[in-house]
Each structure stands twice: as C-alpha cells, then as structure tokens.
C-alpha cells in the first residue's frame, strides 16, 4: 500500500491569501487540500505544520478514515476552525489521492452521479436598489439561473456585500480589521424594496438569494423573512448567530421563507439540533471548514433524513481546490441544493489550473482523475502571503456587532 512520504504547506495570494496542503505518496502519486481560512491562515499554517504533518509521514495513504478519526479523536483539543480546517485539508488530499491512484473522478468513488450538473448562484450587488437591480441583471445574461443580490442600505457609509469591484468581491483588506457601522432598523426597513423591485423587473423565474450575515435578533429575522415571503426567495441566508440552535425556532414560527445557514460550522454538532428539529432548509458547511469530504457527508446524510438540502459556501475566501471537490461532492450527494460560486481572479485561475467549468448556470467538475485542480508552485511563489484582516461590526453608538 503506498504511504505517505511527504507532507508540505504552501501559501501564496494571487490577489488573496490561500493555504494549500500538498500531500505525496512513496510511488509518486500527489494529491491537494485547500487549508484557507480567511483572517486566520497562518493559523492554519501552524496547526498542520507544527501538529498534523509530522504525524503524517509514513501513514498508508488509502486509509483516509482511519487518519480523519486520528486527527480528530486523537487530539484531545477537538474541533473548531482552525483544527477541522486542518483535518479537511488532509482528508481532501488523501480524496484527491485515492481517486487519481484509481484513474477516475473523485465523485465516481463518492457513489457516481445523482445529477448530471450543479446548480450555482453568484452575487450580484449595488450602491442602491436601482444598481443592484442592474447587476442581478448582468449576472442573468451571464446565464446564472440563480443570484444572491445584496444592496447599500440608506444612511450607512458601507454595507456588508457591497463592493467596488462587482465581481471580485472580497471583505478581508487591511492588516487590521477595518471597523464597519450598522443599523438593524434600517437594513430592515430596505431589504424588502430591493427584492420588490427586483421581482418587477425580472418576474419570478430567476432564483433570488439573500445573506443576512448574522446580523439580526431571531425576532428581526422573523419580522424580515415574513417582509420577504411575497418575493418568494431561494432562502435567506444567516439570518442571526447559530451558535444557540435553538434561536431558530423562534424565526421559523414567524416565516416560511425557507433559511440557510453553517458557512461557519465546523462539525456535524453545530447544526445537529437545526437539522434534527428541522429549523433550516439548507446547510452550508464547507469542504475545507467541517473538516473535509469524509464529515461533510456525515452531515449530508444526517440532513437527508429531514429533507434538507445542502448548499455549500463557495466564495473567494476558498480556493479552487475547495470548488473542486465541492462540485465532486456536490454532483454524488443525494439531497443536495445549490452551490454558491464566487469567481476567483486571473491571478488566481492560473496558480491553480482545473478541470471544473461553469456552463448556462450550472458547474462540472469534470472528469479529470481525483478533484480535477491542482498547483502551480512556481506561480504560486510569486505571490507571497499578505496579512488581511476581516472588518469588525459597531452599531451606530459604537456598541460591538456581529460582522
């Protein structure tokens, strides 16, 4: 059985910091993990480096759950962002090796299809309403069948969403977090306007999103998802801070529009109650933060038995490595949703070469053996790690929010 005979880390930023676990086996084979998580890369860096690697070297390779339950059960310091990145990093690695070494898509060992193509969204936003209806529009004509829209919000210097550059958007910048100001009441009071307009202009056809990020009460989230209800959107996303599970009861007493939320989550424990008790619709753990492919569909399948569906996060702040064997796991499982799909720079296209495309609102990803990308060290060292840092929250008397 081949074994593991080298482990490394690599880091570049084209355009933004990425971390990537390079893992190769005695006969030659290599396989990738994206270990990103953003505002605390070098944290992960650490994590494998001074914890995980050296425990590696030597371990047959094939045995992907035996090392997840190593890497977990093992530490006696469970869990969290910075471990279960680390441990998903790994398991995708061992994914992407086992599936090159038997000559075929990752998907293919994950059971085969159970569709024939992923449905996406991608995000479209505005200074005002008038913008962003202007941009969900472009992003239609690009094909999306599915857009998070996200506009500013009257009488605020600066909206979570929102960007200069449309279709790059990325919060994480200065060294040290940038301080933002928010207002509940007045987000409130305009989300409605903008998903009214947009159902005026382009119908009910197209499928329309919308991220809360975890700003409001539970009752606030109620009081939004029933504005909302008459627009009939695809979901709402993080409507208030999950780490109380049982906060949803109450938005789901006072709304049908269906809720997503787990961008954040890192284990099958934080949304075990949500799922059991069917107060979401849609679960958003990530490849690479709940701790990769192997637990990732633990919690699928837990989802599967209350008909919720999954919906990956899928933005900038992940690499391509985490799309692909998002999209491999997206295309196999069962009960899946959608999948968020943020584009990444030309910088960062030709660092990491892939076979996944994107297609008339849908992605592939390919058949190429294993999760189809892989990694340009060469390019990838021009680019050198720069601290950035994620905003921080204040409401407008200065009271620390939820960014």
């Given at each position: 059985?081949?074994?593991?005979?080298?482990?490394?880390?690599?880091?570049?930023?084209?355009?933004?910091?990425?971390?990537?676990?390079?893992?190769?086996?005695?006969?030659?084979?290599?396989?990738?993990?994206?270990?990103?998580?953003?505002?605390?890369?070098?944290?992960?860096?650490?994590?494998?480096?001074?914890?995980?690697?050296?425990?590696?070297?030597?371990?047959?390779?094939?045995?992907?759950e035996?090392?997840?339950?190593?890497?977990?059960?093992?530490?006696?310091?469970?869990?969290?962002?910075?471990?279960?990145?680390?441990?998903?990093a790994?398991?995708?690695?061992?994914?992407?090796?086992?599936?090159?070494?038997?000559g075929?898509?990752?998907?293919?060992?994950?059971?085969?299809?159970?569709?024939?193509?992923?449905?996406?969204?991608?995000?479209?936003?505005?200074?005002?309403?008038?913008?962003?209806?202007?941009?969900?529009?472009?992003?239609?004509?690009?094909?999306?069948?599915?857009?998070r829209?996200?506009?500013?919000?009257?009488?605020?210097?600066?909206?979570?969403?929102?960007?200069?550059?449309?279709?790059?958007?990325?919060?994480?910048?200065?060294?040290?977090?940038e301080?933002?100001?928010?207002?509940?009441?007045?987000?409130?009071?305009?989300?409605?306007?903008?998903?009214?307009?947009?159902?005026?202009?382009?119908?009910?056809?197209?499928?329309?999103?919308?991220?809360?990020?975890?700003r409001?009460?539970?009752?606030?989230?109620?009081?939004?998802?029933?504005?909302?209800?008459?627009?009939?959107?695809?979901?709402?996303?993080?409507?208030?801070?999950?780490?109380n599970?049982?906060?949803?009861?109450l938005?789901?007493?006072?709304?049908?529009?269906?809720?997503?939320?787990?961008?954040?989550?890192?284990?099958?424990?934080?949304?075990?109650?949500?799922?059991?008790?069917?107060?979401?619709?849609?679960?958003?753990?990530?490849?690479?933060?709940?701790?990769?492919?192997?637990?990732?569909?633990?919690?699928?399948?837990?989802?599967?038995?209350?008909?919720?569906?999954?919906?990956?996060?899928?933005?900038?702040?992940?690499?391509?490595?985490?799309?692909?064997?998002?999209?491999?796991?997206?295309?196999?499982?069962?009960?899946?949703?959608?999948?968020?799909?943020?584009?990444?720079?030309?910088?960062?296209?030709?660092?990491?070469?892939?076979?996944?495309?994107?297609?008339?609102?849908?992605?592939?990803?390919?058949?190429?053996p294993?999760?189809?990308?892989?990694?340009?060290?060469?390019?990838a060292?021009?680019?050198?790690?720069?601290?950035?840092?994620?905003?921080?929250?204040?409401?407008?008397?200065?009271?620390?929010?939820?960014?």
């Amino acid at each position: 059985m081949p074994r593991i005979a080298e482990a490394r880390v690599i880091v570049t930023c084209p355009g933004r910091n990425f971390v990537t676990l390079k893992i190769v086996t005695d006969d030659g084979v290599h396989g990738l993990g994206d270990a990103t998580l953003n505002g605390r890369e070098m944290a992960v860096v650490s994590y494998l480096n001074d914890h995980v690697i050296p425990t590696l070297i030597g371990r047959e390779a094939d045995r992907i759950e035996d090392t997840w339950q190593y890497l977990y059960r093992g530490a006696y310091w469970r869990r969290g962002p910075v471990t279960m990145t680390a441990i998903g990093a790994v398991d995708t690695a061992l994914w992407d090796i086992k599936a090159k070494a038997a000559g075929m898509p990752l998907y293919q060992l994950l059971g085969g299809r159970s569709r024939d193509r992923v449905l996406c969204y991608g995000h479209a936003n505005g200074e005002d309403v008038a913008a962003a209806v202007e941009e969900v529009g472009r992003y239609l004509e690009l094909g999306y069948k599915a857009v998070r829209a996200q506009c500013g919000v009257p009488g605020l210097t600066g909206t979570y969403g929102v960007s200069k550059d449309r279709m790059y958007y990325e919060p994480a910048s200065s060294a040290l977090p940038e301080e933002n100001v928010w207002s509940s009441e007045k987000y409130l009071n305009s989300v409605p306007e903008l998903f009214a307009a947009l159902r005026e202009e382009y119908g009910f056809t197209p499928h329309l999103l919308h991220d809360v990020h975890h700003r409001l009460t539970p009752i606030e989230a109620g009081r939004l998802g029933k504005a909302l209800e008459p627009y009939a959107l695809f979901w709402m996303e993080d409507p208030t801070p999950a780490e109380n599970q049982e906060s949803f009861r109450l938005i789901r007493s006072h709304t049908t529009t269906p809720l997503a939320v787990g961008e954040v989550f890192n284990t099958i424990w934080d949304c075990k109650e949500l799922i059991e008790n069917q107060l979401i619709d849609y679960i958003r753990c990530t490849v690479p933060h709940a701790g990769g492919i192997t637990h990732l569909r633990q919690i699928a399948a837990l989802a599967a038995l209350y008909q919720v569906r999954t919906g990956c996060h899928g933005a900038t702040d992940l690499s391509p490595v985490s799309m692909g064997a998002a999209l491999h796991f997206d295309l196999s499982v069962p009960n899946f949703g959608i999948q968020e799909y943020m584009r990444h720079t030309e910088e960062t296209d030709a660092v990491f070469p892939r076979a996944w495309r994107f297609e008339d609102g849908y992605l592939h990803p390919g058949e190429a053996p294993g999760h189809g990308v892989d990694i340009d060290e060469k390019l990838a060292a021009k680019y050198p790690y720069r601290p950035a840092s994620l905003p921080v929250n204040r409401l407008e008397d200065g009271t620390l929010w939820n960014w």
